[in-house]
């Protein structure tokens, strides 16, 4: 997808769903690689993230949503059935309906399939440092759904295999990989970014995996508590 149909996308997302306020604008990369990495909020962090920050981007996403025959149960369990609370047989006929619009949609705006499996997942990670090696962006969410979800900022825990990606472009290109926080808060409908972190190749690789993950999440735990602490402080005036 081009970058002109991508912001008319992102426009027409911000216009009629999100209509919210970027900051932090101040960090954004000049030019790629970069990987951004964002809290998830059910399906308002996707649209608010690529509604807000004026980059072109590609995405990690579920295999089973690319996947015509897949997505349309996908669907229903994911979002139809715990967000908008319509169950079944309704539920099933809406997600059939969604689904023949998503997966083009997704499919055409550069949605990178993560597989369950190791062997399959190695593809996931080659497509995703061809991206990077060409100067592109890359957006995840790494909330893990099976772990619960911290009430306060609604967050689950981050996998960690995102991070891998700094290890692989660094194998590749000798770069050091950026990674920026990014935080969505639905109720202020604020989308914000902080200054990037970057791979240190002179950690183990291990280590490293794990001091990015911790690093991003509690950087996006934090920014969310901080929003969520400027909620109601400031109150209109009456005459």
Known sequence: MNETLYGLIAAG????????????????????PAVFISNHLGAIGPIAVAASLPLKMCFWIQEEMLDPGMAAN??????????????????????????KITVPLLRA???????????????TYRSSVDLLEAGEFLLIFPEDPSQPPDPRPRM?????????LGELYHQRTR?????????????ERVVRLERPIRYNPMNPPTS??????????????????EAESCRGMYMPQTN
Do not use: C
């Not at 996908?74 to 689904?99: C, K, N, T, W």
């Not at 689950?156 to 891998?164: N, P, V």
């Open 208 to 225: 490293e995996r794990i001091r990015l993950k911790h690093i991003l999440e509690s950087t996006i735990k934090a920014m969310y508590l």
């Open 175 to 187: 770069g050091l990989l950026p990674f920026y926080p990014v935080m969505v808060h639905a109720g």
């Open 109 to 123: 705006t550069g949605g990178i399939a993560v597989h369950h499996f190791a062997e399959a997942l190695l593809e």
């Open 13 to 32: 997302l911000q216009e009629m769903i999100w209509g919210g306020e970027f900051l932090g604008g101040e960090n954004l990369p000049e030019e790629g």
């Open 74 to 99: 996908y669907l229903r369990r994911d979002f139809v059935e715990p967000q908008l609370h319509i169950q079944m047989p309704a539920s099933g006929f809406i997600a059939r309906g969604l689904s």
């Open 156 to 164: 689950s825990a981050f996998y960690k295999g995102f991070t891998r």
